[in-house]
């Protein structure tokens, strides 16, 4: 399983980012994609998650109404549309997979540095 996220960089304050995570050698349209992260000196947290087609999305509060994360299951790709960014949301940012009779996530792919400046 092989998991490939990109979009990461830098942007200022108020700004946006559009990661998106390509997967393989997993049936993609059967499982969960989440997007986690973890800033510097701090535990990797829970972003959002997609539901196999699409129909369901959970978001930290922090990021609800900011963020949207969709998936395309013909192109193997989720993606998360980041607005207004702050400078809180500096991180990591990792795209997992996981299937939907387990609340765990095994799959994670390498991550992608989202920095936000003031």
């Known amino acids: 399983v092989q998991l490939q996220a990109c979009g990461g960089g830098l942007v200022q304050a108020g700004g946006y980012l559009s990661l998106s995570c390509a997967a393989s050698?997993?049936?993609?349209?059967?499982?969960?994609l989440g997007w986690f992260r973890q800033a510097p000196g701090k535990e990797r947290e829970f972003v959002a998650e997609i539901s196999e087609s699409g129909g369901r999305t959970y978001y930290r509060g922090s990021v609800k109404g900011r963020f949207t994360i969709s998936r395309d299951n013909a192109k193997n790709t989720v993606y998360l549309q980041m607005n207004s960014l702050k400078p809180e949301d500096t991180a990591v940012y990792y795209c997992?997979?996981?299937?939907?009779?387990?609340?765990?996530?095994?799959?994670w792919g390498q991550g992608t540095e989202v920095t936000v400046s003031s």
């Open positions: 050698g997993l049936p993609f349209s059967s499982n969960f």
């Open positions: 997992a997979a996981r299937k939907s009779t387990t609340t765990t996530y095994p799959y």
